[in-house]
């Protein structure tokens, strides 16, 4: 059987460091083939290469057997080859139907818009999509966004689609939507490269590449595999899933938040007399569908959004509308979710990101100017104690993989905050292998007395980390569980907006 | 004051604003597509200010008004070129490569000028004639106003359309606006960000010259120092005040010229108002509809951000 798709021998250097090492690859008609590896490994540089958007140093790409030249994403287009990037590439501005239709059209004055209207809901139509071509992206939620995406691949008469993390930003529910659609689209004969985090999905694949540090280390077939062979070959080691977590009895108490209610930018109620409070040694786990009010609360809680109502005592103080940077003075520790945009400055080294906000502690100046010297030491330390796989300290944050620069925003958390420390989706987008090392740091902290409030939208990760599970839904607690008394599925009904039975 | 409101007084207030808005609208319509397509420029000052010396030595040498016309458009373009260049090509910071090129176009326009008017009483030109449109311009009131223009008056009138049309109901116009929101989204297309970026500063800078032109040729019959006197800074700021739309810039550059207008009127029938309040009239304006008005900013996602792809 001829391939759909061949790489052979594909190399991709950055400035001193080397993304893809020697890379061949293969891609069956009608396949699902999985791209797996660590944060970091160069999958994201792989797909751009086949995409032509990356030059590879070197490398020879061939389209059902027949050698060709990508030196753009026109030619990639020419033959087939679309790709829905890691993150979104839409206008916010334009409709749908625009953001589709832009860029498509090589001649002629108007914008034909008609004719794309036909097409597209051919398509739609077909794969049981729905979205409206006349809305506004900025209007649509994130999960919308990414059949925006696919259906751009799809316009442009895609055979081989290259899907790039497509899950990260979907619920469960739209994952399941979309792994339906990609097996219709298997099913016409399109091709599909595959790239996920999440093991659940991998299994799905007709086969796994592996990649680890821009090689390729294997590839399988995905009935002759095992999650934990998988990850094995991924790290490198063997990883445990679960983390152990020693029982604890929680301390005194050190955040107490009662009735707290805070507005959006055009006065919608965004937080709803929210109450709850955290101990030293415990974990409360924050569960609930992205967009219920998580980001507000943590904006709340660290100082950034000013709350309309409600208390927020921190051992004892009340420190309602506090700034930031008095929270971070009483021991406050903020992970937020968005990494590049709040938890760094990307055109910082990684030694300027680890004592931001903390630059004018003692320890890091003398007199007026930056003690560079102590904050390069501090750097190499942080770099070796964590792991952070990069070239020196002087390597801007922006160009670590997003595992990598996940570990910069723990590292100086964990080593400025003392008592507190609020993680909002702390493992997004991460690897299994910097999951499990981000869990044992959280336990070890909580172990250390630390009281901590963790958000994620994996339910699996709160059961196993968290002492109490807090449910949020439309901005409001829908009830506080244990998980040891309560099961996933419980947990799903009050994340839906279903009250609480009974249980306390 | 009140001699204001005789009808005589209010038509040659009405007329000589659309008179001043002809070279804004010309510069503006342009810096539009430029600012659309993601290139902040600082340079218009400096075009401006070329385009209107273009004129000159044009309509001085040969006498011809509308090859001096050309002249300013081909200016224009040579600066645009050189501004593209440097942001969508060398990719250098918005602001510097704009306010080099003014810079630029001061010295050497004045360098220019100089050796040129050396030895000998400065050359003067006679500039453009109203014209009456037959019928419509004996139309009381409204004729004056309207009907008894220069021709680039109604060429720059049409001008603010015809780019609407082009920006929101042309595929060019779709892709322009793309460069200025997310530039990567054109890059995933196939389609050069470079060469589209470009395309649209040397064209907007054609434009943007027209007006440098228009400003010598329509206003004056010789050339000075620091002609354009600040207007390439008055285009910049009626597009953030007309929040990036055509319609919006287009209301900006009215209320500019009309409070001009009505400070040179006032000045002329000896009011007691300062003329510089006057003329900062649409600067406050401007401010207080930005901070007052909660819209959804029209400003370029990536306005005056150099587009890389790694
Ligand atoms: N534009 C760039 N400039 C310099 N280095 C880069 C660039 N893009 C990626 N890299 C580096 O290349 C390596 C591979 O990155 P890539 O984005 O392909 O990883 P990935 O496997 O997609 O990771 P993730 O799972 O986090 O998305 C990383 O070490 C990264 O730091
Ligand atoms: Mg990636």
Redesign the interface.
């Given at each position: 059987m001829t391939t759909a798709l061949r790489v052979e021998g594909l190399t991709k250097r950055?400035a001193g460091m080397i993304a893809n090492d020697d890379v061949n690859f293969d891609l069956l008609p009608g396949e699902i083939h999985c791209l797996f590896g660590e944060n970091g490994a160069g999958k994201s540089t792989l797909s751009s290469c086949i995409?032509?958007?990356?030059r590879p140093d070197r490398g020879q790409i061939f389209v059902s057997g027949e050698p060709v030249h990508v030196g753009?994403?026109?030619?990639?287009?020419r033959h087939g080859i679309g790709?829905v990037?890691q993150h979104f590439?839409?206008?916010?501005?334009?409709t749908v139907l625009?953001?589709i239709?832009?860029?498509?059209?090589r001649s002629?004055?108007?914008?034909?818009a008609a004719d794309a209207r036909k097409k597209l809901s051919r398509i739609c139509e077909s794969y049981g999509i729905v979205v409206d071509l006349d809305a506004y992206v900025w209007q649509l939620p994130v999960g919308r966004q990414q059949w925006v995406e696919i259906l751009k691949a799809l316009y442009?008469d895609a055979r081989i689609l290259i899907l790039d993390e497509p899950t990260a930003v979907l619920t469960p529910g739209e994952s399941r939507i979309l792994f339906n659609i990609i097996g219709e689209m298997c099913a016409r004969g399109l091709s599909i490269i595959l790239i996920t985090h999440k093991l659940a999905e991998v299994m799905q694949s007709n086969r796994v590449t592996v990649l680890r540090k821009g090689r390729v280390v294997a590839t399988l077939k995905t009935s002759e595999t095992s999650p934990d062979e998988l990850v094995r070959l991924m790290v490198g080691r063997d990883v445990s899933f679960s983390v152990a977590k020693p029982a604890l009895a929680p301390g005194e108490e050190v955040l107490a938040v009662e009735g707290l209610t805070a507005r959006g930018h055009w006065g919608e109620t965004v937080l709803n007399n929210i109450s709850f409070s955290v101990a030293r040694h415990e974990i409360l786990g924050i569960a609930g569908v992205a967009g219920n009010g998580q980001k507000e609360l943590f904006e709340v809680l660290c100082g950034v959004r000013k709350p309309d109502a409600g208390a927020i005592r921190l051992r004892g103080e009340d420190v309602a509308g506090l700034t930031p940077r008095a929270l971070m003075d009483r021991g406050v520790g903020h992970i937020p979710d968005d990494r590049f945009r709040e938890g760094l400055v990307p055109e910082f080294s990684i030694a300027e990101n680890l004592v931001l906000g903390w630059q004018r502690s003692p320890k890091y100046r003398t007199g007026l100017m930056m003690d560079r010297r102590a904050i390069a030491d501090l750097a190499r330390d942080m770099i070796a104690q964590y792991q952070i796989a990069a070239r020196d300290e002087t390597v801007a944050a922006g160009k670590l993989s997003g595992g990598n620069a996940q570990k910069v925003i723990i590292a100086r958390e964990f080593l400025h905050a003392s008592g507190l420390i609020l993680a909002n989706q702390p493992t997004r987008g991460l690897d299994v292998g910097v999951i499990e090392y981000v869990q044992r740091q959280l336990l070890k902290k909580r172990g250390e007395g630390f009281a901590i409030v963790l958000a994620s939208e994996e339910l699996s990760d709160l059961f196993s980390l968290a002492d109490r599970i807090a449910v949020m839904f439309k901005g409001e607690i829908m009830g506080i569980v244990d998980p040891r008394t309560t099961t996933i599925a419980e947990v799903g009904v009050l994340m839906a907006g279903g009250r609480e039975g009974g249980r306390s | 004051m009140s001699q204001l409101f005789h009808e005589a007084i209010i038509i040659s207030i009405l007329a000589s604003t659309l008179r001043i808005m002809t070279p804004l609208l010309f510069s503006s319509m342009g810096e539009l597509v430029i600012q659309r397509s993601g290139i902040w420029n600082m340079g218009v000052e400096g075009t401006m200010l070329t385009g209107a010396f273009a004129a000159y030595l044009v309509a001085t040498l040969s006498g011809s008004l509308w090859l001096a016309v050309i002249a300013a458009v081909l200016a224009g373009i040579l600066m645009g070129a050189i501004i593209a260049f440097m942001t969508a090509v060398l990719r250098v910071d918005h602001f510097i490569a704009g306010l080099g090129l003014n810079l630029l176009a001061g010295g050497f326009t004045l360098y220019w000028f100089q050796s040129y008017i050396r030895g000998r009483a400065q050359p003067t030109f006679s500039g453009f004639e109203d014209v009456d449109i037959p019928l419509l311009s004996d139309i009381p009131f409204i004729g004056p106003i309207l009907f008894s223009q220069r021709a680039l008056t109604y060429l720059a009138l049409l001008a603010v359309p015809a780019i609407w049309f082009l920006l929101y109901?042309?595929?060019?116009g779709?892709?322009l606006?793309?460069l200025g929101?997310?530039p990567?989204?054109?890059?995933?297309?196939?389609?050069s960000v470079t060469a589209r970026q470009f395309a649209a500063v040397t064209f907007g800078s054609a434009m943007t010259g027209l007006g440098g032109g228009f400003l010598m040729l329509g206003f004056s019959d010789r050339f000075l120092a620091d002609f354009t006197a600040g207007r390439g800074w008055i285009v910049v700021v009626a597009l953030i005040a007309g929040n990036w739309k055509p319609k919006g810039v287009f209301i900006a550059v009215a209320a500019f010229a009309l409070l001009e207008a009505l400070a040179t009127h006032l000045q002329v029938l000896g009011a007691k108002v300062p003329h510089q309040l006057l003329l900062s009239l649409p600067y406050i304006a401007s401010i207080g509809l930005l901070m007052g008005l909660r819209l959804r900013p029209g400003q370029p996602?990536r306005l005056g951000v150099p587009y890389t792809?790694?």
């Open positions: 950055f995409f032509g958007f990356y753009s994403p026109i030619d990639a287009i790709m990037h590439v839409l206008v916010p501005e334009f625009e953001n239709i832009v860029g498509t059209q002629g004055i108007g914008l034909k442009l | 109901r042309s595929r060019h779709l892709e606006r793309c929101e997310n990567k989204a054109l890059d995933v297309k196939g389609l996602a792809r790694e």
